[in-house]
T-cell receptor, first 115, second 118 residues
Framework: DTGVSQDPRHKITKRGQNVTFRCDPI?????LYWYRQTLGQGPEFLTY????????KSRLLSDRFSAERPKGSFSTLEIQRTEQGDSAMYLC?????????????FGPGTRLTVL | AQKVTQAQTEISVVEKEDVTLDCVYE???????LFWYKQPPSGELVFLIR??????QNEISGRYSWNFQKSTSSFNFTITASQVVDSAVYFC???????????????FGTGTRLLVSP
């Protein structure tokens, strides 16, 4: 198992364009999370999936943001009509719901720069 | 609302010095979990330790040790004999677990940047 992977690692786009990021969690993990981290800050929660169901969304997730996890495997995060304020590192994490609580394992992140 | 405070923005030490990173948290829940993560320059968050609210035993793992005190709502992290490879940003985080959905939101502090010079 190679851990959580994210693609692309870096994305530069112009304001107003749409972007889509992909996250592949650890294979046996049924929970998947998206976080956003801006410079000098800790990660902030965006949304949570258990299998294919999106169970929680943060107020940070505006209408321009949408996330999916078809078939409960990989997940995508799309940002429509990007704004300069969307520039950040987007982190994906996963873990497994078992009898005991488990830590979240993070991917390397996708760094988005909106010009 | 939950909150994690890491008052130390940046700490600089010389190799082999001991260093303690402070973490203070706020929560109204009786069941919660505390974490430390390391974020090296590569950007990936690396899990270091998990503690639940019922376990106040201090823990030592090699050069790392953690001191959890519920009375002061603190979960401090000490690196003994620091090394250059310890240079990174360290985040303390707090989580609550929903018994219905299993939802666990991590609330992070703003991080402490540790610089270890040779």
């Amino acid at each position: 198992d190679t851990g959580v992977s994210q693609d692309p690692r870096h994305k530069i786009t112009k304001r107003g364009q749409n972007v889509t990021f992909r996250c592949d969690p650890i294979s046996e993990h049924n929970r998947l999370y998206w976080y956003r981290q801006t410079l000098g800050q800790g990660p902030e929660f965006l949304t949570y999936f258990q299998n294919e169901a999106q169970l929680e969304k943060s107020r940070l997730l505006s209408d321009r943001f949408s996330a999916e996890r078809p078939k409960g495997s990989f997940s995508t995060l799309e940002i429509q009509r990007t704004e300069q304020g969307d520039s950040a590192m987007y982190l994906c994490a996963s873990n497994f719901r078992g009898e005991n609580y488990n830590e979240q394992f993070f991917g390397p992140g996708t760094r988005l720069t909106v010009l | 609302a939950q909150k994690v405070t890491q008052a130390q923005t940046e700490i600089s030490v010389v190799e082999k010095e001991d260093v303690t990173l402070d973490c203070v948290y706020e929560t109204r829940d009786t069941t919660y979990y505390l974490f430390w993560y390391k974020q090296p320059p590569s950007g990936e968050l690396v899990f270091l330790i998990r503690r639940n609210s019922f376990d106040e035993q201090n823990e030592i793992s090699g050069r790392y040790s953690w001191n959890f005190q519920k009375s002061t709502s603190s979960f401090n992290f000490t690196i003994t004999a620091s090394q250059v490879v310890d240079s990174a940003v360290y985040f303390c985080a707090l989580s609550e677990v929903s018994m219905n959905t299993g939802f666990q939101k991590l609330v992070f502090g703003t991080g402490t940047r540790l610089l270890v010079s040779p």
